[in-house]
């Protein structure tokens, strides 16, 4: 028999038609899916803490599940962890349950975070629900619902377990308490090495009755998702699971996922490779677009694009070069890139040598490394920095990692910076916002810190930083960073990109395309003008059957190291670096296993900041100037 569980319902919210196809979730394709769901789980043992002694359901068949639960419930009070329910299709297991006489309380955890201070925290000021509380909301209701059908003589209330961003860890080492492993027996592959809640200093989870507002999106229809109240979320989604239903995407509010559209429209083989509307950068208006019988971009016209408003691409712009250039393609004739020449130039003859190519590795996790910190506060423990100076001479200048376990890095992380930074007034570089967030971010906590040097140190953030509110711009540092992703964004585009301005597309395809930039990598960093702080002068950026230098990464090889605990198979993007991050901190780790996690996160980081550089060459090449004007 098939049962609606609660994850199916989950996907269902996310998109009907997943419950009767096959299809991968947005999220089982995030990159930090695996960080995510680490935290989940530590925060889920740190939470049974919160409710012990209890028993764990160990059963994972159905039959047994239900019949260990019953029997537990049986007695007037009781705690289970993994409690399993069934009614008719509808099948739950909840985190924790906590029966106390004719009271069963239904507790679910998550790893999202929650400020207990703030007012409206789940609900609008209109009285709706939040658009990012959504989904644990129906999927705690689920959950209540089936409880609920199974002893309606009980009383159900319900809960979130969040981890509280106003609370402080007042223990160091807190994280670490609760240690990711890589043991297949372990369900949630956390080894607790703590019995009491004592043991983890004042509490930093909070459990939220939220029993009103679920009680709301069960009985009444003002909280809706793909147009359907509760009930008929319900009933429309067993329908379709267990009795495997026709799916009509104008039942459900006309909503229509990438992944079913083609199913959902019945498109033939031939057109299920001509280029869709879904394949648009930044476009939000598929919806609208299906109910014309527009699924296609070459049934779109240039009017519908047309934005005269700036020097440069704006969004509309860039979206009608993806489709011109994508659907020339397509048709076999030769396209080129779009290179924005003359504003581009503008902006890169305003550049001070040296320039400053800077890229940081972050971490952020539910259960805090240090005394002090917050839930989810910002840790920056790692940077690279690149110079480029006049005469096209290429240094990796400096780095900074800290891979001791049970410290803060972040105030030593900036002075390192500051330090690196401080001697030329020399153009910044980063990429994307997430270097001027972390910054911000660490601002903030200096001012709430005691170092002798915070004065210092805030104005030298300031210095290299901006800082919007409102959206609207508060400050801009003298020395402010300058965006490669927005000049890649406003200056440049090529069909290989396929509208995505991350670096890790960007830099293949500036390979594909440069010759010069192609030549100069696929020789030994030795016999060009540059210089590595983790490469030997043998090493080829550029490898025959690579043209992707984030793929050639070697992976970390413990062949050496007895009884590793740590086992980071790769790293080469940003998930991997905060997973790595994360288990460093075990104490446990011996100095072998650290120095190995360490040296990949240099070379994965030093690759980031040479993206920067050899994107900065694609330009100046392309544009004839700075070192390059010597070479005409």
Known sequence: ????????????????????????????????????????????????????????????????????????????????????????????????????????????????????????????????????????????????????????????????????????????????????????????????????????????????????????????????????????????????????????????????????????????????????????????????????????????????????????????NRQWMQIEKRVAEYLGKPVDFYLDSENLKDKMMEWKFPLHFIDFETCTSALPFTKGRHPYEQIAFQYSHHIVYSDGNIQHKSEYINAEPGKFPNYEFVRSLKKDLENDKGSVFKYATHENSILNAIYDQLIDSDEVDKTELMDFIISITNKKENNKLVRKGDRDMIDMWDLVKKYFYHPYMKGSNSIKVVLPTIIKICEYVKKKYSEPIGRINLTSLNFSDNHRWIKEGYIDPYASLPNPDYSEVNNPIGMINKLNNGGDALIAYAKIQYVEMSSAEREIIKQSLLKYCELDTLAMVMIYEFFASELQIHSFQTNK
């Not at 006309?254 to 930044?282: A, M, T």
């Not at 208006?285 to 779109?300: A, E």
């Open 1 to 316: 028999m098939k049962y609606l569980t609660k994850t199916l319902f989950k996907k269902g919210i996310e998109c009907p038609l997943k419950l009767t196809n096959d299809y991968e979730s947005i999220s089982e394709k995030n990159e930090f899916l695996d960080a995510l769901a680490d935290g989940g789980f530590q925060a889920e043992e740190l939470s049974r803490l919160h409710y012990s002694p209890g028993v764990l359901i160990e059963h994972r068949d159905y039959a047994n599940s239900l019949e260990s639960t019953r029997e537990l419930l049986n007695n007037t009070n009781s705690i289970i962890y993994e409690a399993a329910f069934l009614h008719d299709n509808l099948f739950v297991r909840t985190d924790i349950l906590v029966k106390e006489n004719n009271t069963i309380k239904v507790i679910e955890v998550k790893a999202k975070s929650f400020d207990s201070t703030a007012e409206n925290i789940f609900k609008t000021n209109s009285g709706s629900i939040r658009p990012e509380w959504r989904t644990y909301l129906f999927d705690l209701a689920f959950q209540k619902y089936v409880v609920e059908k199974n002893y309606p003589e009980y009383k159900i209330e319900s809960y979130l377990m969040l981890a509280d961003k106003s609370k402080r860890a007042t223990i160091d080492g807190l994280n670490q308490l609760f240690q990711i492993t890589n043991d297949p027996n372990i369900r949630t592959g956390i080894k607790r090495k703590v019995h009491s809640l004592v043991d983890t200093g004042n509490p930093i989870m909070e459990a939220r009755n939220l029993s009103g507002l679920i009680n709301d999106i069960i009985k009444k229809d003002n909280h809706k998702i793909h147009g359907l109240s509760f009930p008929e979320l319900v009933q429309n989604f067993t329908d379709l699971y267990t009795n495997e239903k026709e799916i009509n995407w104008q039942n459900y509010n006309g909503h229509v996922c990438r992944e079913c559209w083609i199913e959902q429209f019945s498109i033939n083989e031939d057109n299920q490779k001509r280029p869709n509307i879904y394949e648009l950068w930044q476009f939000r208006h598929q919806k609208k677009l299906f109910k014309s019988n527009i699924f296609f971009l070459d049934q779109l016209s240039k009017q519908d694009f047309d934005d005269s408003s700036g020097a440069y691409l704006s969004v509309k």
